[in-house]
């Protein structure tokens, strides 16, 4: 102990107070083993261990050999779940057994945890999320994980696409699925706007090491919009730490985000490294033979009654999103309801053009036509755009066809990279951030651009 006491006085000479308030008081001293040559010390939590691999292992090395020789072995006796009075033995630098230990050397029950609310609305499940060409991948490997949750083939799951097109339904299917199939397994949703919100009060209430131990107790885990994590450095090494135990002890991971990993701005590099570890899955916006099935699996739901023809209308001009789809059914039934009156074409017609103006509206551009206009407007081939040239005029107008087809039409930007030349979406996500920081500060360029737009119209 007395030697111990030695190498806190050279550990605090050595970093500021802060520092050593906040992650060396906390460790207390078990025991030292002459004949083992083996230090013991015990810390309070699994992130607290990883923290002090990572940042102090250097300082914390130096001070033992300085105070107990070179031979010196350091152990950890590391507390998993503080109610229960349950912890694990970690040599320094190893990686933490699959399953915690009591102190008696017995595994822990996952019984003997506290009973957890998944936070997953029981009407999101595989049953009612229709799949067609732009989902079907993420559904077969959402079911795959919900059979086998142990397995790491698609761990972490990083499902992306625009706004509305069924993350979340998907993600929290995959967890009902889950809690059915395996009812041992805690299983959890949050959003990461209410992460950030946990870990914030974490820290204000001195609770931090107790949020870190909840999470690490989950077995599959669901972050909804992990791209509000962005620019929140402290959260994402929380969520660093939490992800390496999750992932090192065969936890299942599914993150959802509103756009891919490479277009993910002010997030960790390390984090984004992660996230590709997996499956990235894309949903796509849903062609118009799922938006026709999702519809008539909601008029089934709801007991109504509306003709072919007009379920074939709605599906034809409502073509943004899935939530756009169920509020036009919503604001049919309101309709029809207050006026009395059954759903038909006049009604749907007039509907769509009061909440979401699509009525009487020209067909949608395509691609074909945004390369034909951008191809006139700046004076370059067809064949010269899709072509691998790097001559400025022509990258040019190649990024400015991807932009504005992102933009403009309801295509994957893997679907827009493999119709310009056969270009990968990591292509095209840089084509329309390139494009978009210069429509930021070049005043020209933008109005050049909104001509260019003009004429698509």
């Known amino acids: 102990m007395h030697t111990w006491e030695e190498c806190l006085r050279m550990i605090a000479a050595n970093i500021n107070e802060q520092q050593y308030s906040t992650w060396f008081e906390p460790i207390s001293f078990v025991s030292f083993d002459e004949?083992?040559?083996?230090?013991?010390?015990?810390?309070?939590?699994?992130?607290?261990?990883?923290?002090?691999?990572?940042?102090?292992?250097?300082?914390?090395?130096?001070?033992?050999?300085?105070?107990?020789?070179?031979?010196?072995?350091?152990?950890?006796?590391?507390?998993?779940?503080?109610?229960?009075?349950?912890?694990?033995?970690?040599?320094?630098?190893?990686?933490?057994?699959?399953?915690?230990?009591?102190?008696?050397?017995?595994?822990?029950?996952?019984?003997?945890?506290?009973?957890?609310?998944?936070?997953?609305?029981?009407?999101?499940?595989?049953?009612?999320?229709?799949?067609?060409?732009?989902?079907?991948?993420?559904?077969?490997?959402?079911?795959?994980?919900?059979?086998?949750?142990?397995?790491?083939?698609?761990?972490?799951?990083?499902?992306?696409?625009?706004?509305?097109?069924?993350?979340?339904?998907l993600a929290m299917a995959i967890g009902n699925a889950v809690r059915e199939l395996h009812p041992q397994k805690r299983v959890l949703y949050v959003s990461a706007h209410l992460f950030q919100v946990q870990y914030t009060d974490s820290v204000r209430r001195n609770t931090f090491n107790d949020f870190i131990n909840f999470y690490q107790t989950i077995d599959l885990l669901i972050i909804d919009d992990i791209q509000e994590l962005a620019g929140q450095a402290k959260t994402q090494l929380a969520f660093f730490h939490i992800f390496n135990h999750l992932h090192q002890n065969r936890r299942q991971l599914i993150l959802t985000s509103d756009r891919p990993p490479v277009a993910l701005q002010g997030m960790e590099e390390r984090l984004l490294t992660r996230f590709k570890w997996g499956m990235l899955a894309e949903l796509e916006q849903p062609d118009k033979v799922l938006r026709r099935n999702i519809l008539l699996q909601k008029i089934r739901r709801d007991g109504l009654r509306i003709d072919n023809a007009v379920v074939d209308f709605i599906a034809a001009n409502v073509n943004k999103s899935i939530r756009d789809l169920e509020g036009t059914l919503t604001s049919l039934m309101a309709y029809s309801i207050v006026n009395d009156s059954d759903i038909d074409l006049a009604l749907a017609e007039r509907v769509i053009s009061r909440t979401i103006g699509l009525s009487k509206q020209r067909e949608p551009l395509t691609i074909d036509s945004i390369i034909e206009q951008t191809c006139n407007y700046f004076d370059v081939e067809r064949e010269e755009l899709m072509s691998s040239s790097r001559k400025a005029p022509i990258v040019l107008a190649r990024q400015v066809a991807m932009y504005l087809a992102e933009r403009h039409t309801s295509l994957s930007t893997t679907k827009i990279g493999a119709y310009v030349g056969r270009r990968g979406h990591a292509t095209v996500i840089h084509s329309c951030r390139t494009v978009a920081n210069r429509l930021d500060t070049d005043t020209a360029f933008r109005e050049r651009i909104k001509d260019l737009e003009a004429l698509l119209k």
């Open 35 to 169: 004949a083992q040559q083996e230090l013991t010390l015990r810390v309070p939590s699994p992130f607290f261990h990883e923290y002090l691999e990572e940042h102090f292992v250097g300082l914390i090395r130096s001070a033992l050999y300085r105070y107990f020789g070179e031979r010196i072995r350091l152990s950890y006796i590391v507390t998993t779940d503080a109610t229960h009075g349950l912890s694990q033995r970690n040599a320094a630098g190893e990686v933490p057994p699959e399953r915690p230990v009591r102190p008696d050397g017995g595994n822990t029950s996952p019984r003997m945890l506290q009973q957890l609310d998944p936070q997953l609305r029981t009407d999101y499940t595989f049953a009612n999320f229709v799949v067609g060409d732009a989902n079907k991948l993420p559904a077969s490997v959402g079911k795959a994980i919900a059979q086998n949750p142990d397995q790491t083939t698609f761990n972490p799951l990083f499902i992306y696409g625009p706004s509305g097109v069924g993350k979340t339904h």
